[in-house]
């Protein structure tokens, strides 16, 4: 297996890794269960001191680790710097909130007999997470800062292709302070997640990635009795009504297709039209994605870099061949540059059915697929018509028909009148293949947590003991 740096925009590995040894991961594995007994007898405001150093750190060292991410999997500098800003505000905001979202959860005591009784949260161990190159240091992140403010341990088992921004994060958090232990990047292959997964020491797992990384983390977590949370990635709806401002939503529909460099799992991916606004949208739409400029991601003035991988790359091509030859047709890009690297352009593709691939398929890269509906309910159908349920958008003035998308939508968010976007404030997942479980707001932090019953008697006669009612 290869752990490597490698310029996306040339093709050129630029720094190879060693993969740990059995011993080396045994030795990880022991300091993550040393440092779950040291951090759980912490206290919130110890965590919250350390998360927030954390925050420090990453501002003073922004411009650097942006590059860093740049230079690995090619998003833009200027998105790379917001990433980084993205990431300290989570470590505040989870510094600042956590102990509230753990606070002890009352029951009616007197109902059941006791003198107290309530729920507690406790933290539930080291948590493995398994993690995708999208976004580098986010996607860390947001299951870092609430696992480790809950009191848990982190193992991060980084993508293969961003090991510079894993060891970033193996260092982060013991310079801000948090024990040895406390996180750790695991320089290991995936093949080798079950060795991890086995360990009774390791209790949960996390995973953001594609369906099929999802279905094999789950089956060996389920193996090994080990929760899980998976965000599994999405084909998301953006449907565009005859109330919308066609204008406005042109112009977020460029930016939620083409964000990070079209490879999003939140990116808008399939934009639907009702027929009375299709021809404003689509021309302006097409406008937009043609005029997006393709170029060095270290240049402000570039729009869109290249996609993180050859093999990323080399299927986004596939999926859009594949439409083109069944009938689809392309109304900008389309065309592999010749050029090094790993290209594409902003495409839009019309005329999709289902025996295209784009249609079932999330495509990982710049390119829109464009559809034409008749109806409200047309375009409920078409954006319910894939087995993901992720993010969606729905663009409407009419109070009525914001709310009927709300309930209507097969999604884990429905953004009205604006792009997906995540937020340490909202819960953040999905349903259906896009996976379980939730990331950010209070139940992110309490997905590892053990909630333990509380009941407390008076400890006399006149306490309920063991009930007739027990189970």
């Known amino acids: 297996m290869s752990i490597a740096t490698i310029d996306p925009t040339t093709g050129q590995v630029l720094k190879t890794f060693e993969e740990m040894t059995d ?14 007994d040291e951090l759980r007898a912490t206290t919130f405001a110890d965590r919250a001191r350390w998360m927030s150093a954390v925050a420090d750190l990453l501002e003073v060292e922004c411009d650097g680790v942006a590059r860093m991410m740049t230079t690995e999997m090619a998003k833009t500098y200027a998105s790379a710097k917001a990433e980084v800003a993205k990431c300290a505000a989570a470590c505040r905001y989870y510094a600042a909130h956590a102990e509230r979202f753990l606070a002890d959860e009352p029951a009616d005591a007197g109902s059941i007999g006791a003198t107290s009784a309530y729920g507690r949260y406790f933290p539930m161990g080291p948590v493995l997470a398994v993690m995708p190159w999208n976004f580098p ?7 870092a800062a609430p696992a480790l403010m809950a009191g848990n341990t982190g193992l991060l088992k980084h993508a293969s292709n961003v090991p510079q921004t894993a060891l970033y994060l193996d260092e982060l958090f013991r310079r801000a302070g948090f024990p040895a232990g406390a996180f750790q990047a695991l320089m290991i292959g995936s093949e080798r997640i079950e060795q991890v997964l086995a ?45 919308a401002d066609v204008a406005r939503a042109a112009e977020v529909a460029t930016v939620a297709r083409c964000q990070n460099n079209g490879q999003s799992c939140i990116a808008a991916k399939r934009f639907i039209v009702h027929t009375e606004v299709y021809d404003e949208f689509a021309e302006a739409f097409v406008s937009r994605m043609s005029a997006l400029r393709l170029g060095d991601p270290m240049d402000d003035s570039t729009d869109v870099g290249p996609l993180a991988t050859e093999r990323g790359r080399d299927e986004v091509a596939e999926q859009v061949r594949d439409a083109v030859a069944k009938g689809a047709r392309v109304l900008c890009g389309g065309e592999l540059p010749d050029r090094p690297g790993w290209w594409y352009p902003p495409t839009v593709v019309t005329e999709l059915t289902p025996q295209m691939r784009m249609y079932a398929e999330e495509v990982f890269g710049p390119v829109a697929g464009l559809y034409r509906v008749g109806s409200y309910e047309e375009a409920v159908e078409v954006a319910n018509g894939t087995d993901y349920g992720l993010g969606s958008n729905a663009w409407t003035r009419d109070p009525d028909e914001q709310q009927r998308f ?9 953004f009205v009148n604006g792009m997906t976007t995540s937020y340490p404030e909202l819960p953040f997942g999905g349903v ?16 590892f947590c053990n909630l333990k019953a509380v009941w407390i008697g008076a400890g006399d006669s006149a306490g309920a003991g063991a009930g007739a009612h027990s189970e």
Request: charged share 20%.
């Open 23 to 36: 011993e080396q991961l045994t030795a990880a594995l022991a300091r993550a269960a040393a440092g779950f």
């Open 137 to 143: 240091l986010w996607q860390v992140m947001r299951f």
């Open 199 to 243: 360990d009774p020491r390791v209790r949960a797992a996390t995973l953001t990635g594609s369906e099929g990384a999802g279905r094999s983390v789950g089956s060996i977590a389920g193996k090994y009795l080990k929760k899980t949370v998976l965000e599994l990635g999405g084909s998301d709806p953006f449907v565009v009504m005859p109330s």
């Open 406 to 414: 709300v309930t209507d939508l097969d999604a884990g968010m429905v």
């Open 432 to 447: 259906g293949n896009s996976g379980y479980g939730r990331e950010l707001s209070a139940q992110g932090i309490r997905e």
